[in-house]
Each structure stands twice: as C-alpha cells, then as structure tokens.
C-alpha cells in the first residue's frame, strides 16, 4: 500500500453517560481536538446515545469531532416502533451511523440481510457508514476467522455501488476484544485487514479496497493506539470505553493523525 488513506477515529459511546455528562464530554472533546492541528488531518466522530445527538450535536457546533448515531432503521419512516430513521439522523445533522456493531449482529442477533438494508440505506440516504464485522473468539479458535469476515463483507456489500465505497469505513472487530481489555495483537488485526480488503477486492477491484478506510477496534487506548496505527493496514480505530475521557480520545487521535506524518 503507497499513500495512507485519511486515519478514522470513531468514539463510540455505547448506552453510557447522561444529559449533562454528555454534553461536558462532547465540550472537552471539541476543545481537546480544537487545540491541535488536527481537523485537517483526520476524520474525527463521536457517536452518543440517540437521546443526546442534538444536545451533543448544538456543543460540537461545526466540530471536530463530527456527529454520528450508533444505528439506524433498514426503512424509511412509518410504523416502527423504536426505531430511528435516516432522514431523522439528517435532522439532527449527524453524517455518520454505525452499521453492525457486535452489540447488535451478535447481541441482538441481527441478521446479515437487515445489515446490509442499514448499510445501503445509509448511504443512498447521504449518510457516511461505518460498518463493522469481527470474529467470535470460537471461530478464531477453529481457524474460521478468515472465512466469517469474508461472509460478512460479502453479504453487507454484494450489489452495493462502488461509488458509493468513499462514503464507507470498515471496522474490523473481534467480538473477543471488545469491552475486554485484550486487545487483538497488531499482526493478527493486520492479517484481518487483508482478508476485509481482499474480499473487497474480489467484490470491486484491488485498488478500491486499498482505498477503503478499514480501521480496528476492541479495547483500543492511548497506550496502544501508535503501535496499531503504524500498521499501513489499520487506517484508525472504533473506540468504545477510551472514548469516554476527552484527553484519551484525543491521544487516540494523535496517534492515527500521526500516520500522515
Ligand atoms: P472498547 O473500546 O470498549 O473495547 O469497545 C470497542 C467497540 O465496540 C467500539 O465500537
């Protein structure tokens, strides 16, 4: 791979915080980021909690970091009790939206034909999708790692348009190291990065998936971040638990702007 893709760090903040917490956090992150040359240098998003997005969205002003929602409805408005559309997210002026999340394709045993509606209504409807796959730690365990991301690539981009690719972060993580402290050595995260960008290349062609931010997440910190991020496949990160403290998120995003360096 030549010239680094733009780095990716997503602070995703899960079912955490409160009203006025998140809105102190969202503060602190616009200032951590707003006090470094770092806007310019990478895409930076936080992803609250629905509830927050407009509070959050009016303290971020016009960023950084950008907004973002941790999910969205596969349909268009109507009878969906609970549900959240785009169109809706687009008021609130968030741009991104997690597609996939472990929380919910193993948590909630959502099926890989609901992920990919989410994903192509996310990005027929203008939004930036961050769609992640990741391995349970039984099928790393059985050597089905590399077939699991394939299928789940497979079924999340088969028929989308490749236009639309620019509009799209892979993430990969490992359900293992999510929320678990153990987080994937740099080498293995890096061999997942190949089989994503591989299967891509079969999907579309090899200089496309070079292109596509594939970043990785699970129990990413600013302690590790700088080894992960030297890798020329690991393009940023997804952070869950770090992203809560403005200062580490921060760290986080030192560290993947630093690829450009
Ligand atoms: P942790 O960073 O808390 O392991 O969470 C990772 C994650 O799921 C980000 O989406």
């Known amino acids: 791979m030549n010239h680094p893709n733009r780095p990716f760090v997503g602070g995703n903040w899960k079912m ?30 936080v992803f609250p909690p629905y509830p927050y997005l407009q509070a959050v969205g009016r303290a971020l002003g016009h960023g950084p970091p950008q907004l973002g929602a941790q999910d969205l409805a596969d349909h268009e408005d109507g009878a969906f009790t609970g549900q959240v559309s785009a169109g809706m997210l687009d008021d609130l002026d968030a741009r991104w939206v997690i597609v996939g999340h472990s929380e919910r394709r193993h948590g909630l045993e959502e099926p890989e034909s609901v992920l990919h509606r989410k994903l192509v209504r996310a990005l027929t409807s203008d939004l930036k999708a961050v769609f992640c796959v990741g391995e349970t730690l039984a099928e790393r365990e059985s050597g089905m790692a590399e077939e699991v991301l394939a299928r789940q690539v497979r079924s999340g981009f088969s028929g989308v348009d490749q236009g639309l690719l620019a509009s ?38 090899a200089e496309l998936a070079a292109a596509t931010r594939v970043v990785y997440g699970g129990s990413v910190t600013a302690a590790n971040a700088a080894e992960l991020f030297s890798r020329p496949e690991i393009d940023g990160g997804l952070v869950g638990g770090a992203s809560l403290k403005a200062e580490t998120f921060a760290a986080i995003c030192r560290a993947a702007a630093a690829r450009l360096a």
């Open 168 to 205: 799209v972060v892979l993430a990969y993580e490992p359900v293992w190291a999510i929320g678990t402290g153990r987080t994937a050595h740099p080498d293995d995260a890096s061999q997942a990065h190949r089989w994503i960008r591989s299967t891509l290349a079969d999907l579309y062609d």
């Open 16 to 45: 955490n915080l409160r009203l006025a917490s998140a809105v102190e956090l969202a503060e602190d992150v616009h200032a951590a980021l707003s006090n470094q040359p770092l806007a310019a240098d990478l895409d930076a998003v």
